[in-house]
């Protein structure tokens, strides 16, 4: 256990926060800035309160470098709550721009690259079913499924020439009047929690999102005129969001993130929302478009300053207090390098692991995510094994270290090491799992045995070895 008795919170989320940002806001619930009030009292429409929510815009719009064009708002409902979001907001701006379309002319396209970018497309398909839906074709762009190992599994970024993009954004279709309609939406989600998959922020990796595809760099058509058309594109950057800067930014129409990962407790969405998004509902209801919700509808909650009605005032003064805290410890770009290094440490012992015949990685090479590091844990048949899988959450949860249990979905160890996790953290992991690869492999050689002090037959690193009767153990 940590010298402070806190354990190391390795779970998806509700993830870690950092310790001075909980103790300041442990202060604060009891009196608020001398207010004589807590802040989970604080009205949010005190000028207490909408100063707080300012600056917390503020500083994130810095950080990110957001530009006039996009409004930062804050609502409820988190990134589950943003897959039905963008389907209405992003359908009434395409009723709006092209009235006379039939629904299914109005696609929307799906990027498939884990769990929750599945679970958003099957989202938009629910709401889009006829006969009562909200008018429009929900499909796959890309299904990353078909690239895997096993054919089943997201364990991949797939190639740049599979994506099937709609006609409206190919290179060869460049004059404004040879093109069908734009979809109404493109989504896709930068880094999957469950599946351990993220796209590369290195753009000219093959494992990069493609944005090449979407905004060809040689069109001349008359629509853009020297600009890049304002395309649909949807950013979920819920479990990566201020982990590092945010590839091509501007041309996003939306960016959603839930704060429970590097920014705050459960309860706040960030939405980054291009201003020709911001689209008056009802217009687009009398066109035919189905009626949004209105704490659903951007323009609402973005005329109202994020306060229409009543935001979730405690998560919202705890992700200031974390965007402070970011830009003390040297910004995002210092995030950014401490990130790489921490899941570089990690990554290597687990290929270690790979080696001694003990882990096994889940992820293709080049689309392992930065945030969460999933792998599994191997029996003496080679086999992913539960019961090894649990020696060594046993072994972890005795050091201190809680939350490394894989999704329920997929199974499996994963270790979540967002902002909050620091690299000594991760030292802490590896030092452990080092210790466990170790202790596997002499339980091998001691049930075969092999005498223990054997290391190029029991050590860490030297692979599966045969035993004297033939056996692979």
């Known amino acids: 256990m940590p010298d402070n008795n806190r354990a190391v919170n390795f779970g998806a989320g509700p993830s870690a926060l950092p310790l001075s940002v909980l103790q300041k806001a442990s202060t604060n619930i009891l009196n608020f800035q001398n207010t004589g009030i807590g802040i989970t009292e604080l009205s949010h429409r005190s000028k207490e309160f909408t100063g707080l929510l300012a600056d917390l815009e503020a500083r994130i719009r810095k950080q990110l470098d957001v530009p006039p064009t996009h409004k930062i708002i804050f609502t409820q409902g988190g990134g589950t709550g943003q897959f039905s979001a963008v389907v209405y907001n992003l359908l009434a701006r395409h009723r709006l721009l092209y009235p006379e379309l039939g629904d299914d002319e109005r696609r929307l396209e799906y990027v498939l690259t884990g769990s929750w970018s ?27 499924r078909a690239f895997s190992k096993d054919g089943k599994s997201f364990d991949n970024i797939p190639p740049h020439a599979e994506y099937q ?25 930068e880094n999957e929690t ?18 090449g ?23 979920d950057y819920s479990s990566s969001f201020m982990s590092r800067p945010i590839p091509r930014l501007a041309d996003h129409a939306v960016i959603f993130a839930g704060a429970q990962k590097n920014l705050g407790p459960a309860g706040l969405t960030i939405v ?31 005329d109202s300053n994020s306060v229409y009605n009543t935001p979730s005032v405690f998560a919202i003064y705890v992700a200031e207090l974390v965007m402070k805290n970011i830009e003390r410890e040297g910004g995002l770009a210092r995030y950014e390098q401490v990130n790489r290094r921490k899941k570089q440490k990690l990554y290597g012992i687990v290929e270690e692991g790979e080696e001694a015949g003990v882990l096994r990685r889940k992820v293709q090479e080049g689309s392992e995510s930065w945030m969460n590091v999933v792998f599994e844990v191997l029996g003496k048949d080679g086999l992913a094994s539960k019961e090894a899988e649990q020696r060594f959450i ?9 939350g490394l249990k894989g999704h329920r979905s997929v199974g499996g160890i994963r270790a979540s090491i967002y902002n909050a996790i620091t690299e000594d953290n991760v030292e802490s992991l590896v030092v452990y799992t080092t210790e466990f690869i170790q202790a596997e492999k ?32």
């Open 118 to 144: 599945k679970r958003a497309m099957e989202e938009a398909k629910r709401l889009c079913a006829s006969p009562r839906g909200v008018g429009g074709n929900a499909r796959v762009v890309v299904d990353a």
């Open 213 to 235: 595809l979407l905004f060809p760099p040689d069109s001349d058509n008359e629509e853009r005129g020297g600009h890049r058309p304002l395309l649909p594109l949807v950013g």
């Open 194 to 211: 469950v599946d351990g998959v993220q796209f590369s922020d290195d753009l000219e990796s093959p494992q990069s999102f493609p944005f």
């Open 165 to 189: 993009f709609s006609p409206y954004t190919a290179a060869s279709l460049v004059h404004l009047r040879t093109r069908p309609p734009p979809p109404a939406l493109i989504y896709y989600c």
């Open 272 to 302: 980054i929302v291009r201003q020709d998004c911001l689209v008056d509902a009802d217009a687009a209801a009398k066109l035919g478009a189905a009626p949004i919700p209105l704490t659903f509808a951007y323009k609402t909650i973005a």
């Open 394 to 402: 046993d072994g972890a949860s005795q050091k201190g270290m809680l």
């Open 442 to 473: 002499d339980a091998r050689c001691e049930m075969y045995g092999q005498p223990l002090s054997r290391n190029e037959a029991c050590g860490v690193g030297q692979g599966l070895e045969t035993a004297s009767d033939g056996e692979l153990f």
